[in-house]
């Protein structure tokens, strides 16, 4: 898994775009808010399984390509998977954290307004995304996948579209 090191890594100057296999990916937006943050009790086992479903994920191949964190009164957790039924096979896993960690949060939690938890899930698709970086590290998509100079076929946004689609209509 390629993730918080890539943010952190060596600056690409210049600008650099990244580009979706033809199957795409998952981007995933995870976290909680902390509704009553004096109420330790009712979420620090929440961060401690965020922190071991990383652990397990980062020593398998399941199917996340990178992930990046940011903490604060809410969480927001960035994930970029290969696929949807990787995602799904994870969530539903009852060899991994987060189905233990998501039931004792409904039993604990439930509708009690402490702590919120949040889950998006999008599907990416050649064609259907546009992404650049200027002196950045490899971060997003390009710490997910790989980062990619840019040329003159794709150096505006509606060109980089464009010739997504073009390689995608052509495999």
Not at 121 to 149: C, D, H, I, K, W
């Amino acid at each position: 898994m390629r993730g918080p090191q890539g943010s952190a890594g060596k600056v690409f100057p210049g600008r650099f775009t990244a580009e979706l296999g033809a199957d795409g990916l998952v981007v995933v937006l995870i976290g909680m808010r902390f509704n009553h943050w004096w109420r330790v009790d009712k979420w620090l086992f929440m961060l401690l399984a965020m922190n071991s479903m990383l652990r397990h994920l980062a020593g398998r191949d399941e199917g996340l390509l990178a992930n990046y964190t940011w903490f604060g009164r809410t969480t927001l957790m960035v994930q970029y998977w290969r696929g949807m039924a990787e995602l799904q096979a994870f969530a539903a896993n009852s060899d991994a954290p987060h189905l233990a960690a998501w039931r004792r949060y409904v039993r604990k939690i439930g509708t009690d307004g402490s702590m919120g938890a949040y889950h998006e899930a999008y599907q990416a698709r050649p064609g259907t995304s546009e992404v650049v970086y200027v002196n950045m590290p490899a971060f997003g998509l390009a710490g997910a996948l790989e980062p990619v100079p840019m040329d003159a076929t794709r150096n505006s946004a509606r060109q980089r579209v464009a010739y997504r689609r073009r390689r995608t209509e052509a495999s």
